[in-house]
């Protein structure tokens, strides 16, 4: 009897994959490998679609069999948030690409979301314009940023991505195409082109090009839509819904369009940065710096794990500190870190800014016309656990000391100090218990102040012994929206806090 179940199982199996190879083509429906995971739970199916409709198709299909499915973009935060319960069809965003932003001086530009972030800055910048979007992940696409609410440095100017959404067209949990919000062409004043062909570029959305995984960040709680406008308080009709896919992680909704708003290259950027040691000098020159009125684009930080100081000084002009009178071994003092703001606009006004802000900065900032190295990327490598801590920029030093003080010992903090949110590193080789407890004690400091500390990333064994959200007052409002939206809990079931 075992041996006919398994024989029907496979049987079921076959003609699951010949029912995905029919719809999407049979060089993008497979049987998944080893690589195909989601947060360390490995999927049963690849379907690569090659538009909204063939993906809606694929969703159907999981309906008819009770199957679930996780939506997929470049895979650069797979390993993201908690893992599913089960990983039936992973569905790949990859075709599902395009940018159509006519006139070539639109506001707006309805971008399909398996479309790499630099595909998109590459197709505008051909008319001078540019996505204020500048997420970290490296080869990331729109529809996986959206996913995971990801922001940059240039958050503390522009807001987050969710935040820049005029409009969206995704797939419900049954397959139906939504539209919501105004889509690029509406937006335009044009009929959406139909499918076809032809470069990512060329192709319109409502044809066979456009797709990917959604989010929330939002409606967890710290954004202007999400968790505050939970079906039926956006000030677009349907964008509230639009907003709560963002952070999602593919729980709510697939993504087959967004509509964005995009801005003019600015003639002019300059960096002026600044060393700093401590969170607490950190915290009175970000109030400075606010205080200036120099309208920055960005304000970032570098504060790595300071290096042990040398026995004995060594001066300047020995040949193996030669041009670097801020080394260790001059100062005395350990390497420190970067308080850095970016400025842009006119080259003159730039300029000015940011004389005026060294000035206020004092002897030690500096003016460059190049980012520094460690610009818009994260302190943590794979294998760390990550964390993300969000809070009130006047408490922010607070957070970061009782990081400290709950580690035992400094751990690296980069990220947007001008907003409040940064992201820290600590050791892969932590055990869960310490993990957790170090959780704990930060979360104590976070909640009295409107702070919240999120586990980004961990290994497996951290993943499953910990909290990731810490206490979450949009659970209801989100577990209402999950309800609405995937009643079945077929989009990535688990993904989401309190398992949803």
């Keep these: ?55 809606a198709e694929v969703l159907r299909l999981a309906a008819a069999h009770d199957l679930t ?36 001086d639109a506001a707006v530009a309805e971008i399909g979301a398996g479309t790499p972030l630099r595909a998109v800055q590459a197709t505008l ?9 500048d997420a970290p992940s490296p080869g990331a696409t729109l529809g996986g940023v959206l996913a995971a609410d990801e922001s940059g440095p240039l958050r503390h100017r522009h807001g987050s991505p969710c935040a820049q959404l005029v409009g969206v067209r995704y797939l419900d949990a049954d397959g139906e195409l939504v539209s919501v919000g105004e889509s ?75 509509t ?18 401590t969170p607490l000098e950190v915290h009175d020159l970000v109030r400075a710096v606010l205080a200036a009125g120099v309208d920055p684009a960005a304000v970032e930080l570098d504060l790595p794990v300071p290096v042990p100081l040398p026995r004995r000084r060594i001066p300047p002009t020995h040949p193996s500190v030669i041009n670097r009178p801020d080394h260790p071994a001059v100062t005395g003092r350990p390497a420190a870190g970067s308080l850095v703001v970016l400025l842009e606009g006119g080259p003159a006004d730039v300029t000015e800014r940011a004389e005026r802000l060294a000035a206020v900065l004092g002897a030690e ?21 990550a964390l993300r801590i969000e809070v009130p920029i006047n408490d922010l030093h607070a957070a970061v000391y009782a990081l400290r003080d709950a ?29 957790a407890s170090i959780l704990t004690a930060v979360r104590s400091v976070l909640i009295a102040r409107r702070g919240r500390c999120v586990v980004v990333a961990a290994p497996a064994a951290v993943r499953r012994a910990v909290d990731l959200w810490g206490e979450l007052p949009t659970l209801p409002r989100l577990r209402s929206a999950k309800a609405h939206l995937d009643p079945h809990h077929r989009l990535a079931p688990g993904r989401l806090p309190g398992g949803l």
């Design 69 to 104: 499915v996780v939506p997929r973009g470049a895979g650069t935060k797979i390993d993201w948030g908690a893992a599913p319960a089960q990983v039936d069809i992973m569905l790949d965003t990859g075709r599902l690409a395009g940018v159509w932003h006519e006139p070539r």
């Design 260 to 277: 964005m708003r995009v801005h003019a290259v600015p003639a002019g950027r300059l960096w002026v940065s600044r060393p700093v040691w």
């Design 1 to 55: 009897m075992a041996d006919a179940a398994r024989s029907t199982d496979r049987l079921e199996a076959l003609d699951i994959t010949r029912k995905l190879a029919a719809i999407c083509g049979d060089p993008f429906a497979r049987f998944a490998g080893p690589a195909d995971e989601v947060a360390g739970r490995t999927a049963r199916w690849v379907a690569v679609p090659g538009g909204p409709h063939a993906a």
């Design 184 to 258: 690029g062409t509406e937006a335009l004043g044009r009929a959406t082109p139909g499918s076809g062909g032809g470069r990512a570029s060329e192709r319109g959305p409502a044809g066979d090009g456009g797709s990917a995984g959604w989010g929330a960040g939002d409606a967890f709680g710290d954004g202007p839509g999400g968790g505050d406008a939970i079906l039926g308080r956006g000030e677009v009709p349907g964008l509230d819904v639009a907003r709560l896919l963002c952070g999602s992680q593919g729980g709510l909704g697939v993504l087959v369009s967004a």
């Design 125 to 133: 910048a051909r008319t001078n314009r540019r996505l204020p979007v």
């Design 365 to 385: 900032a500096m003016i460059s016309h190049q980012a520094p190295e460690w610009w818009g990327r994260y302190p943590f490598a794979p294998g760390d656990t």
């Design 407 to 435: 580690t035992g010992s400094p751990v690296p903090v980069r990220g947007s100090v001008g907003s409040g949110t940064v992201h820290a590193a600590l050791s892969g080789a932590l055990p869960p218990e310490r993990v």
